[in-house]
């Protein structure tokens, strides 16, 4: 066929990609590729249609699942089975195992055997979203109030009542599905069982039916033995002089009179309980009391910075509709008072050490707002010095710029976690300011890092205030410990994303929002046996917005296969992906990048390798076969070792790639998706709800008639060919010059026609599904701005070194044929 | 010629001196065993209402190591328009200011009424006064309140121009910027944490007066120099009032069985430093008020465990006072710093338990700042004296005056030894200095960094002339104050007394010598040095060296046979003196005895700077009876001749004789002894100890009180007996400052131990002859009374052994 596709009977669908020998013209290889190897030229070249094989798949294969599997809801019930894929809009029935928005698994069905697992190199890892959003139409984790004695365990694993906990003996006691210890059933959870052996009440009780549910946590579950305190806000922002000037101090003070109202709370009718407060600072830090009986605020300057404390108690958190009053006129009194300061240095470590400080005293924990400026070099702990060093780049020493300046941060965290201070952090740099050093207490208390670099009130304004409005806005847990048990066999063994570990079980989060995921690696210790399958059980012990200790609970449950085909059949691309460019991101820290980058194609080529090996039927050596379920892991694969963190261009600097880094650490698997591998969507024919098809991200794809609208997660691009269609400018841009269109545009003009509805209805659906609000960039064909986008086109050839994905497809198919040699 | 009591009186009343002897023994040797040491009583800025300031400078002697000031003692030759320096007998030009000079037409400073005359120095810029505020806020809402109040008040009584500024302090210490609009801005620290001035600096963003500002010279008067912390009240007034109005407690939680955290001392070191960075060498207050000790930081004197109570006198004696030493060092380094740059620091602490009050008490002692002890910021005690702090003269300036020298110029025969008072050495060494120190000594100038018109310094001199080099005929010994000060209007101003007095041998003249001895100019001048060693030595030394002063005293000047001491008697101008003794022993000043540490220090502290009249009645109070008439009481002086002068007629009315119909006048009130003998049923006793005003109702006045005559109009003359003593010691109360503690008890009363404890105990349980007898009341004692005392001096100085 023309699409080089064909069947393998025995083994489901493969995808076999023809490669002949021949001369192509990009017989040229990307010198990256011949590190150590021969300079012989490669015989290799794609012989197949002049659009490229693969590519068409990418497409396809969304495309396909999204026809397949958007139409029936996909019902948890079923052991082992892969969920729709994060392209395709599904709805999910519970019945029994955690809902995919909750957790992902990289395969579903999962070796036995150590051995089994080692020669796939498939990695066994889950995806987990704890306080993942739902849908409307699916209803959130129901609450389970096992009483005063909290709720019901497995005495010897500790693991909570789920759907796997076994009844007998009359439904006295139960037997735990983790680890087979016998359990006697308390008294007031007491209930006979049916014929079957299933407990009378099992579909009235969520958490003998549901795969995710939450509990009421007793007193036990809590910080000394204290039921916990609502959680506290606290704002700090910057004033020095580069803060006033770039006008964020202004936008800041302004848009939390509003956004105070939408404090998160879990009742939509009842006022927030969470409490506020506010500082300011530059080398020096403005607390403020703005407590409901005062006249006007008070200021408390702290300019002992080095030994940071809480100046005052009474009047540093207090409730927003009480203090209404003074906290208006204290934040439209601030830009005013900073409005001609000449400071210009700043501190950072003083203002977490305030924060935590102040959530110690106030005996709760909660979260803090940083907006910040510039690199902290004032006297005080935690100051840091200008490290940037582009020279490093690409060297073996290039981790350390990865790495944070000192311990102090990484000190501060740990404190941090302990109170339950999450700490998010909006930086609007104009130089480097180290993102590396300054991004470790968010990074370790589960919080975020914004970056505006060379923010402009006009331009970036949209930007940062509907982010800061979802992350004050967001649902979210406070000082959260997370643990996943398994049953016998597997155990987890490594974590990713944005948090804190004292000990090599406990997931520590001083915040937990709804955005955060944690990737959890298992391994084997034992055999697994093909009859039980294997569980999960995720428990996240959290502190509700309204001050409840909650314990959320997510089961998982997967078959066991001791056919490595079962395994190949029943895997996660996407899922793999995301767990990839995690570990080869934290992998950054220690190793140098050519290394990751290295070890990441290997272990590709090997899971390829082992497949072409162990299940695909016999073909001659040329023909690259792929799994079904892996058939994008190329393409995706060739996105990730593009990426700006693992190869940067000469215009990434330090503390993008650092930010980056950061950032990809805690994405779930629909973000990473589309942050590797962008969605180009030519703007043709905008009928209907559907959106039209995407193309490959491909310049050849990008005709000089139309307009591309990409988005990558973090950015949206609308890039206008130089002879579109005038009917197409007017449309989209009221004018049908294409020289008369302002490529400055961050938001479309609002025209009365059905196709600029339309579009705006897209872009305003697609920051809707983004966790962080992505900015319009115009691009005209041709212009300066268009080596931005291009950079977003991931299938060429980068500026910066990296292969097009026909050449790493063919340098892909080498390493496999010389490891099956 | 006039006598001796007249010449002290008319030079008290002209110059503030007061001589141990106004008759100076002519060598060395011989002053040495006159005993009590030539010495003065000197008050600087004693009120002479009368007194023009003169709008020039002084004229000084040429030669440097002299620079005294011109003075009427000077030798003046009008046609050569030249004067003799009666200190170094240098010859000195006129400036050509006086050219027109002659004996008709003579200078203020020439003439000899005026032997103490003041300048007012026209060079460098008026002054802003500085007054900080360093408040507490851990205490009751109620003393809370009566504090803002009394704050708030006082802002009315400075003047519009005075630069005021607010330190708050809790278990944090705030510094507040004044005249913020729409918010209030303050500065915060730890108070668990000492500051420098310069980080203060950097913490505060203070920069010092430019050198153009700080500079001397000819300019006009400037806008006055304020910063964002101390401001002009006429500016802040009202933003002051209302920051001072939201004050709140401390609002850091104090478990049970804690003291608030109360960090004093790093408050009063942010004070002194703010000061130091901003107005050096400027008249500046630092007003410290606390409602208890400090409990953390530098400066702490007590845990903030409840169960561990503050030192008493007992655990210093053990060395158990863990705080004490350490908290001292904090306080004695800020005074330091205080008192160089000019600045006072008073401290005003109101709260039933100690405060800390030894630890700190060289704040108010090295600079001339006022201790004022009170049991809560609501009562009277506190609000009035507070209040009087801001007391005006005829003139309208505040009798306060502030960042003042004294330098003293002596004449060649006699040299300085030191100064005991409120002052602290400004170490300038010269020709008048002696080696041997007494009290601040080594120097001739002394900073005073707050004066008002009471501040009393003893200055104690040596006379150096040798035995064998004879004084001509004619020579005086000359002093002369010199006393720079800023005055509250701003300006600086300099009090010149020149003083002198006659020398004497006292192997011939030694009567004239005796004859000229103030007794009580010289107890109090040897009650400052007992106190001033008593500070540093134990008790019974201090005693001890006190007696055998005073036998000495009685061996040299006394008339006896040996051996024999109804033979002994004492002339006239010593009569009193071994009285004052006597009562000096039995005094708080020496005894610690219940007191506590910080009654102690108080009680020292403000006998260390007033007057010799006020001085004199804390040794021994004074007592008025009042009673029913009869025939007036006659009160004889006590003297040394035995118990005859102990007696007092005594008339009584019984009773069965008030009556409506009976005539009875009330007496005037009459001085009564200071003995227990005194204390009688019918009458009102009204007892001024300087501390303490107390009315002290006898049994049956008690008792007719408390069947209410006095409401009834037929003994309306009852009302007035008992009216008379109130209104006597309210005026007391008005003048006296601090303003004394007013008791008003009866007999058997709790408080009346103040009254018992301070007449001598001429009855007491030991000697049983006035048992039963209406005599007196027995004191319950065994302290010697005055009259065992008086026997056993006589014995000892008649003593052949001793």
Redesign the interface.
Known sequence: SETGLCRDTNLGKDTKTILQHGRSPRTQWPPSFLNGRSLEPPRLFLCVSKTGVPSVLQIQVIEDDRANKSSEPFTTGVKGQTPPLVTTNFQVKDQGNASPRFIRCTAYNIPCTADMAKQSQVPLAAVIKPLAMLPPDETRPYIVDHGEAGPIRCNRCKAYMCPYMQFIEGGRRFQCGFCSCLTDVPPHYFQHLDHSGKRVDCCDRPELSLGSYEFVATVDYCKNNKLPQPPSFIFFIDVSYNAVKSGMVNIVCQELKTLLDYLPRENPEADSVVRVGFVTYNK?L??YNVKSS???????????VS?M?L?????FLVNVNDSRMVIE??LD?IPE?FADTRETETVFGPVIQAGLEALKAADCAGKLFLFHSSLPIAEAPGKLKNREDKKLVGTDKEKSLFQPQSGFYSNLSKECVAQGCCVDLFLFPNQYVDVATLGVVPVSTGGSVYKYTYFQAEVDRERFLNDLRRDVQKPMGFDAVMRVRTSTGIRATDFFGSFFMSNTTDVELAGLDCDKTVTVEFRHDDKLSEDTGALMQCAVLYTSCSGQRRLRVHNMAVNCCSQLADLYRNCETDTIINFFSKYAYRSLLNTPTKTVRDTLVNQCAQILACYRKNCASPSSAGQLILPECMKLLPVYLNCVLKSDVLQPGADVSVDDRAYLRQLLSCMDVSESHVFFYPRLLPLVKLDGGSLPMAVRNSEERLSKGGVYLLETGLHLFLWVGANAQQELLSNIFGTPTFSQIDPNLTSLPELDNPFSQRLREIINSFRSQRSRYMKLMVVKQEDKAELIFKHFLCEDKSASGGASYVDFLCHMHKEIRQLLS | MATFPEFIAQNEERDGVRFSWNVWPSSRLEATRMVVPVASLFTPLKERPELPPIQYEPVLCSRVTCRAVLNPLCQVDYRAKLWACNFCYQRNQFPPTYAGISDVNQPAELLPQFSTIEYVVQRGPLMPLVFLYVVDTCMEDEDLQALKESLQMSLSLLPPTALVGLITFGRMIQVHELGCEGISKSYVFRGTKDLNAKQLQEMLGLTKPTAAQAGRGPQAPQAPLSNRFLQPVQKIDMNLTDLLGELQRDPWPVTQGKRPLRSLGSAMSIAVGLLECTFPNTGARIMTFIGGPATQGPGMVVGDELKAPIRSWHDIEKDNAKFMKKGTKHYEALASRASTNGHIIDIYACALDQTGLLEMKCCSNHTGGYMVMADSFTTSLFKQTFQRVFTKDVSGAFKMAFAGTLEIKTSREIKISGAIGPCVSLNAKGPCVSENEIGTGGTSQWKICGLDHNTTLAVYFEVVNQHNAPIPQGGRGAVQYVTQYQHSSGQKRIRVTTTARNWADAGTQIQSIAASFDQEASAILMARLAVYRAETEEGPDVLRWLDRQLIRLCQKFGDYHKDDPNSFRFSETFSLYPQFMFHLRRSPFLQVFNNSPDESSYYRHQFMRQDLTQSLIMIQPILYAYSFNGPPECVSTVVCSGPALLSVQISTVDFNTLQTDSVVHISLKRPVLLDSSSILPDRILLMDTFFQILIYHGETVSQWRKAGYQELPEYENFRHLLQAPVDDAQEILHSRFPMPRYIDTEHGGSQARFLLSKVNPSQTHNNMYAWGQESGAPILTDDVSLQVFMDHLKKLAVSSAA
């Open positions: 020096v403005h607390f005062l006249a006007q605020p008070q200021m408390m300057v702290v300019s002992d030994d404390f100046p005052l108690l009474d009047g006129s204290l009194q008072m």
